[in-house]
């Protein structure tokens, strides 16, 4: 009775202090992507240098949120490369962060590596991705995957092993195609009435 009673508990925690989380579905699909601050480490933009998710408005954005000792984040990054090459003129824009303790020093030779320079690699802490994708912070699978429209609406996510169909390395570039050529169909306007 106790443990549920400190489960129920924490669980009205962390509903509270997250309410944009539904607590029987997991995060609310769509919402506005919160501001996320990316310390760059490689790829298109040059290490050191802090972006702003806020600069890709105007873009899709497949944001991948991954670990640098991970295979399938290894994975993940390595057919990244080639969307990106494949969707840049549609106004498509992949970025990956790395949010590993080890990402500082990894980073780099991550993104030369795994992302061969073919989209901007950068770091973040495990704290501002549990926020992001509104889950528990040090209780990810990963990789994940967030995708955003032009306007700064998050339309799909996938959370690694919660979600490993959608990784599955036989159907995981069309499941990420499909889900960029979704951003890619301008959403009606809402009529005012």
């Not at 919402?31 to 600069?55: D, F, Y």
């Not at 690699?121 to 990963?142: C, E, K, N, R």
């Amino acid at each position: 009775m106790r443990a549920a009673i400190l489960t129920l508990a924490a669980a009205v925690t962390l509903a509270a202090a997250n309410p944009s989380t539904d607590a029987k579905s997991g995060p609310v699909i769509p919402r506005k992507a919160p501001e996320l601050v990316i310390q760059m480490v490689g790829g298109q933009m040059v290490g050191g240098r802090q972006a702003l998710l806020s600069q890709f408005r105007g873009h899709a954005v497949a944001l991948a949120f991954m670990i640098t000792t991970c295979s399938h984040c290894q994975h993940l990054a390595y057919v990244l490369g080639p969307i990106q090459q494949e969707y840049a003129s549609k106004g498509v824009q992949v970025l990956g962060v790395l949010f590993n303790p080890e990402a500082s020093i990894d980073g780099p030779n991550f993104a030369k590596v795994w992302a061969r320079n073919l989209f901007p690699i950068g770091m973040s802490t495990d704290q501002t991705v549990a926020d992001f994708v509104q889950h528990p912070p040090g209780m990810h699978y990963v990789p994940m995957i967030v995708f955003i429209d032009k306007t700064g609406i998050i339309r799909a996510q996938h959370l690694g092993i919660n979600d490993s169909a959608f990784f599955t390395e036989s159907v995981e570039i069309a499941n990420i195609k499909k889900e960029i050529d979704n951003l890619l169909i301008p959403t009606p306007a809402i009529k005012k009435k």
